[in-house]
């Protein structure tokens, strides 16, 4: 099916890595020109030669979400180089450290809620700015099962979640007779650094993926996150607004 997406202009935050690189390459893949974003240029450069090197079209731009100046920046750069906002995920995130909410250290709760909630907040506020401008635009958040379910040892990556799966909801009313799609995608485990890096709090393998436990017996792949984002964002679904689209193999049906 064509997606309608060639000559769009797709911007990734979070895209030096895991589900952020994959869908960059996909997006690419439709042959929508791509702002690859992060705040790892060496991963950002890497994504950007994957996707020239399959004949795409991308530009780096680096950007901490969290930062009010880098994200404004982003936009605009994004603009300056393209021409226009079509697509926009909204995907940076961290998983902070394992803990219970005792002994969970004050700074590391900021942190957290700050690039995975107060960063998808301000990416929305200034990519709204300029579809407004447009009169057009999708975007999707990144969410997780955590912003759906409970997750004992996770209170802020869990709360910062939570708030993404209700911001998406709130813009997506907020826009809806305005040309603007705003959805999320709600993934369980996903093969990446990140699920590497919470591995490392477990003793097993198993014990991993007794946490990630999905009736499919396996993680996803980034590309299976990817493929229904860039679906979320072509026109094909223009009709899907405020929806979280959960990508778990069914965990949240248990
Ligand atoms: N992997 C999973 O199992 C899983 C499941 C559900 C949701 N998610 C979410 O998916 C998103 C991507 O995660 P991933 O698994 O690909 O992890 P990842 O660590 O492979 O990639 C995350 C990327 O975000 C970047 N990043 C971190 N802080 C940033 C900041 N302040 N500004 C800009 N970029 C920043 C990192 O440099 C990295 O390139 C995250 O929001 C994560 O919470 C992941």
Redesign the pocket.
């Known amino acids: 099916m064509d997606l309608g997406l060639t000559g769009k202009v797709a911007m990734i935050?979070?895209?030096?890595?895991?589900?952020?690189?994959?869908t960059a390459v996909a997006f690419a893949g439709e042959g929508a020109k791509v702002v690859v974003?992060?705040?790892?240029v060496a991963?950002?450069e890497q994504t950007v030669r994957t996707i020239v090197d399959i004949g795409g079209e991308a530009t780096f731009i680096q950007?901490?979400?969290?930062?009010s100046a880098?994200v404004q920046a982003l936009v605009k750069g994004t603009v300056a180089k393209y021409g226009s906002l079509d697509c926009a995920f909204n995907?940076?995130?961290?998983?902070g450290i394992v803990a219970l909410t005792p002994e969970y250290p004050e700074d590391e709760w900021d942190r957290v809620i700050?690039?995975?909630l107060k960063?998808v907040w301000l990416c929305l506020k200034y990519e709204l700015e300029q579809m407004i401008k447009q009169g057009s635009g999708a975007i999707v958040n990144?969410?997780?099962?955590?912003g759906l379910i409970g997750q004992a040892g996770f209170s802020a990556?869990c709360a910062s979640?939570g708030g993404v799966t209700q911001l998406t909801r709130t813009v997506a009313l907020e826009y809806a007779k305005s040309g603007i799609r705003v959805n999320a995608?709600?993934?369980?485990?996903?093969?990446?650094?990140?699920?590497q890096?919470?591995g490392k709090y477990y003793e097993t393998h198993a014990d991993l993926l007794n946490l990630?436990a999905s009736p499919i017996p396996r993680?996803?792949q980034?590309e299976e996150?990817a493929r229904n984002v860039v679906w979320l964002c072509s026109d094909v679904n223009g009709y899907v607004t405020g929806t979280l689209m959960t990508i778990d193999g069914g965990f949240t049906a248990q």
């Open positions: 935050t979070g895209s030096g890595s895991g589900i952020g690189r994959a974003s992060d705040i790892d991963g950002g950007c901490d979400v969290s930062k880098d995907n940076a995130g961290i998983e700050n690039v995975n960063g990144t969410s997780s099962i955590a990556y979640k995608v709600c993934p369980a485990g996903v093969e990446t650094p990140l699920t890096r919470i990630l993680m996803a980034p996150i």
